[in-house]
């Protein structure tokens, strides 16, 4: 297991499509375990392969409130329904955060570590986090989908907030 490093804006990678997973052989878990020891250790609740550089069709999601991560591989958005606006931010693009629109449900399909079909309806942070991972896996960024600049707002850097104050957004924005 091994924490990798996070590829960043604007790196050509994270432009490029993933390609689909074959065969989900050690090679490709130990990958998968990696990405989650790399979520944890940046404090995401998601992670897309892009990000560490390798482009095959696999994320690691985990919410807070979440004991296990998920591990979905050759993950599909079936469908969506419905639109939301919400505040969304990217270990890939650290610092920022923006508001942009995603779906209210989405019905999500994909291999889990095991090679079984799994199928699931999600709404809330699941649905945002699918769709946002799932984007990653397509050369697709969160900031792809701002309507304007101001949508997108610059985090105070880390150890500059003022102690007094409470650090509103950036421990309510999830990094995926
Ligand atoms: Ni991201």
């Known amino acids: 297991m091994a924490v990798l490093p996070i590829i960043t804006f604007p790196n050509a990678v994270l432009r490029q499509r993933a390609r689909k997973v074959r065969e989900i052989d050690k090679p490709l878990l130990r990958l998968a375990h990696d990405m989650i020891d790399t979520m944890h250790a940046n404090y995401g609740v998601g992670l897309a392969a892009n990000q560490v550089g390798v482009l ?21 958005i079936v469908v969506r329904e419905g639109e939301r606006e919400v505040e969304e931010g990217c270990l890939s693009v650290p610092g920022y955060i923006g508001t942009i629109t995603r779906s209210i449900l989405v019905r999500f399909r994909a291999l889990d570590s095991t090679s079984k079909l799994v199928r699931l309806k999600a709404d809330g942070l699941l649905a945002q986090a699918l769709e946002h991972e799932v984007d990653h896996l397509n050369g697709v960024l969160y900031i792809d989908h701002l309507k304007s600049h101001e949508a997108l707002r610059e985090l105070p850097p880390p150890g500059a907030e003022d102690a007094a104050e409470p650090k509103e957004a950036a421990t309510e924005v999830h990094a995926v």
């Open 56 to 76: 095959k069709r696999v994320i690691v999601i985990q919410l807070p409130e979440e004991e296990e991560p998920r591990i979905y591989i050759n993950p599909e």
